[in-house]
C-alpha cells in the first residue's frame, strides 16, 4: 500500500509539472516569445487607480453618446428647410432714370419631402445614444464587479492563510505524536504508522493548495483590471514599469 501510494504521488507531481509546463508554452505563445524564453513577472494594477470614470470602455461609450446627440441634432436641423431672409436692391435703369427697388428676400430650398428621411434619421441617432448610454452604465457595473471581486478574493486568501496556519499547528502536533509511536512500533505496525504519516503530509499538501488557489485567485482578479485601467497608463509603463 504504501509503495502504491508513492507511486501515485510521483504521478500526480509528474502531471503537475505538465501542466505547468503547458501552461508556460500557453503564456509565451501568447506573447509572441521563444519557447526557451523566461517569462515576464507577474503585473497587476492597483486598485486605488480603477475607477468607472476613468475606464477605457466607460470612456468610449460617453463619445458615443455625444456622437449620437451630435448626430440627433443634424437630423433634427434637417427637417427644417434651409431658409435665408435678407434685404434686397435694385437698380434698373430707364429712360426716365434709374428705377431703384428695395425689398425683402426670402429663399428656401425644395421640396420638403426630406423631412420624413430627417425624423427618421433623428430617430436612428436617439436610439444609438439610448444604447451608448445603457453601455456606459454596464461598463460602470463593470468596474464594480471587478473590484468587488478582487476585494472578495483578497478576503478568501486571508482566510486561507490563517486556516493553514491552524491546520499546520494541528497536523504537526499529529505527525509529532506518530514520530514517537513509530519509534516505538515494530513489524506491521511501522508501516501502518508510516502510512499515516503519508496521510498526514497529503493533508498539509491540500491546506497548501488551498492556500495556493487563493492567491492565484487574488492573482487572476487583479489581472482582470487591465481592461479598466485609465489609458495614460500603459504609457507611463513603457517609462516607469510597474513592481511585480
Do not use: C
Request: aromatic share 4%.
Amino acid at each position: 500500500v504504501f509503495q502504491s501510494r508513492i507511486a501515485t504521488m510521483r504521478l500526480e507531481i509528474e502531471k503537475e509539472k505538465l501542466m505547468a509546463a503547458d501552461a508556460a508554452g500557453a503564456i509565451r505563445a501568447k506573447l509572441g516569445l521563444a519557447p526557451g524564453d523566461a517569462l515576464p513577472e507577474y503585473q497587476a494594477p492597483e486598485t486605488p487607480d480603477i475607477t468607472p470614470e476613468t475606464s477605457p470602455q466607460r470612456l468610449l461609450a460617453s463619445a458615443r453618446v455625444r456622437e449620437a446627440v451630435s448626430m440627433a441634432r443634424m437630423a433634427r436641423a434637417g427637417k427644417r428647410p434651409m431658409t435665408a431672409v435678407g434685404l434686397r436692391y435694385e437698380v434698373e435703369e430707364t429712360k426716365e432714370g434709374n428705377d431703384e427697388t428695395i425689398g425683402l428676400a426670402f429663399m428656401t430650398e425644395l421640396p420638403w419631402n426630406n423631412r420624413t428621411a430627417a425624423r427618421k434619421d433623428e430617430q436612428a441617432a436617439r436610439t444609438d445614444q439610448a444604447a451608448a448610454e445603457a453601455e456606459e452604465q454596464a461598463v460602470a457595473y463593470r468596474v464594480a464587479d471587478a473590484l468587488a471581486r478582487v476585494r472578495r478574493a483578497e478576503k478568501l486568501k486571508e482566510a486561507a492563510k490563517e486556516a493553514v496556519k491552524q491546520n499546520t499547528s494541528r497536523l504537526d502536533t499529529e505527525l509529532d505524536a506518530l514520530v514517537r509511536a513509530a519509534g516505538a512500533a515494530d513489524g506491521m505496525a511501522v508501516e501502518s504508522v508510516v502510512l499515516m504519516m503519508v496521510m498526514i503530509f497529503d493533508r498539509q499538501i491540500e491546506a497548501r493548495m488551498q492556500q495556493i488557489d487563493a492567491r492565484m485567485a487574488v492573482r487572476t482578479a487583479r489581472a482582470g483590471l487591465w481592461m479598466h485601467v485609465p489609458p495614460g497608463t500603459f504609457t507611463r509603463l513603457i517609462s516607469n514599469p510597474m513592481t511585480p
